[in-house]
């Protein structure tokens, strides 16, 4: 562990759950949280029982309507309220996310910005939430009004615990909506933190409620019959179980799931460029990120030109404890580091060529941290496992292309369909790739880059529904038709 290390937080008041405006302790298995770069113990949270599932959701139920009645220029300055309360409170957020997620700390504090800035755009969007007229003939006309669903579960992941919750809750709050969250079992701190502060600025009791808890607590969360939607965001095993789980009170259902992304790069692209993004799109918070671009797919006539700049940007990395703010801390557990190397064992074994990385990473100042060497495959066979399945770490493959068929094959070529990028000069090569490439984003000349207001969300086995921008309102939102008779009456 780093000589002095000092954590600057102070968790002593949180509570394991918020539930009616209210603090409680949690009901059930006490879980010791873990900071991944020093390997320590650094708090205690309970999970949520039975019997506290059910109570945030029926005060969650409670709730419902005094906050859809709330005039939504209302709910915009509570909202607006919350989203300067946390940006007020950046310091604390991004040191609390940094280490019990381990990212570094500038990258911490990005997300808590970001989770600002949703509560922010959505605020905007409270007063704006309008229904349509239909005319029918002189003697009718039908309208119809965009009401909010109820109570909305949100079930997050460890990666990005404060910047995808804001990322639901905020429009389910501005549609009027109540919500109950759950955050990952390993990282659950951030939104308790959150929870407080929407007390704090007049978000009513039982409209955000927070619980915490591992897989089983979710899964009885989606299940429970007065839950009206469920936002979840995972991987694509657990998706399919807590897609399952809704099914049961036929709760809608919004999804991001896994994904194996590519990036194709042609000769006429700038290769110095493109490096810079597919080490960015690929090592970023460890490769610990959904939409990584995890499959370098490079013509053949430049692919080992792409590779040596990729790799030196890869070796000029730093690691260390995320306080210190490195390019990359380190993986989030022991199960996510056995799964890592996991799949480069077995990548190994097969005789796949690895021309950099592949084994743990020493950081001195954390001898016990779980880091991973930058890990890069070339000329990876299409069937590898490490080809078609995600593996959540610091990994990329490459594999080469000589037509745009063949590149688009390959892009298309698991079961996947989160993100997918292309370098190139050729803006007619670039968009009929980006029309016909398998993904719900794709992005030109750069990687992982758009803002809070562009949709997000995959097609395949990356995921159902659009969460961001103004799409991401309209899972919090049912569409009511009322036809008006005003003519004579017979």
């Given at each position: ?207 955000f409620n927070v619980i915490c808890g591992a897989g089983e607590v979710g899964e009885a969360l989606a299940a429970h019959p007065n839950v009206a939607h469920v936002t979840f965001t995972g991987s694509t095993e657990t998706g399919r ?250």
């Open positions: 562990m780093m000589a002095g290390l000092q954590y600057p937080f102070d968790l002593d008041p949180l509570p394991d759950a918020v539930i009616g405006g209210v603090g409680h302790a949690g009901g059930g298995l006490s879980r010791q949280l873990v900071d991944p770069a020093a390997r320590i113990s650094f708090a205690e949270v309970r999970d949520a029982s039975l019997a506290q599932i059910d109570q945030s959701v029926l005060t969650a139920q409670t709730a419902r309507r005094p906050w859809a009645d709330t005039p939504p220029a209302q709910r915009a300055q509570v909202l607006m309220a919350l989203a300067d309360l946390i940006a007020a409170h950046v310091d604390e957020l991004a040191a609390v996310e940094c280490v019990n997620v381990g990212k570094p700390l500038s990258q911490a504090r990005r997300d808590v910005l970001r989770a600002a800035g949703y509560y922010r755009f959505y605020a905007g969007a409270c007063d704006k939430l309008n229904g349509d007229t239909i005319p029918l003939g002189p003697d009718q006309t039908a309208v119809t009004l965009l009401e909010p669903v109820g109570v909305t579960a949100h079930i997050l992941p460890w990666n990005y615990p404060i910047s995808t919750l804001a990322r639901g809750v905020a429009p389910a709050l501005a549609a009027g909506a109540t919500v109950v969250a759950k955050p990952a079992e390993l990282t659950p701190l951030s939104t308790l933190m959150v929870a407080k502060l929407a007390l704090e600025v007049g978000v009513p009791d039982g409209a179980r807590v897609m399952q789980a809704a099914s049961g009170p036929v709760a809608g259902v919004t999804l991001e799931l896994g994904g194996k992304s590519p990036v194709v790069v042609w000769p006429d692209a700038d290769l110095d460029a493109a490096a810079k993004g597919i080490a960015r799109g690929i090592f970023f918070n460890a490769g610990q990120v959904c939409a990584a671009g995890s499959r370098l797919l490079c013509h053949a006539d430049i692919h080992d030109a792409v590779v040596e700049r990729v790799v030196q940007q890869a070796r000029e990395m730093t690691m260390g404890h995320g306080l210190t703010d490195p390019d990359l801390g380190p993986l989030i557990s022991e199960a996510q580091f056995a799964r890592v190397e996991g799949f480069v064992s077995r990548a190994l074994a097969d005789g796949l060529t690895c021309v950099t990385g592949g084994q743990r990473a020493h950081v001195p100042d954390c001898p016990l941290g779980l880091f991973y060497e930058p890990t890069v495959f070339t000329r990876v066979p299409e069937t590898s496992d490490i080809a078609q399945i995600e593996v959540f770490g610091p990994v990329l493959i490459t594999q080469t292309f000589e037509t745009e068929e063949d590149a688009l094959r390959l892009a298309n070529g698991t079961p996947f369909g989160l993100v997918a990028g292309i370098y190139t000069a050729d803006t007619g090569r670039a968009m009929r790739f980006a029309r016909r490439v398998e993904a719900g984003q794709v992005f030109v000349n750069g990687f992982l880059q758009g803002g809070d207001t562009v949709p997000f969300g995959g097609v395949k086995h990356s995921g159902i529904g659009r969460e961001k921008g103004v799409s991401g309102l309209r899972a919090y939102l049912a569409e009511k038709s009322i036809v008006l008779s005003h003519g004579e009456t017979s």
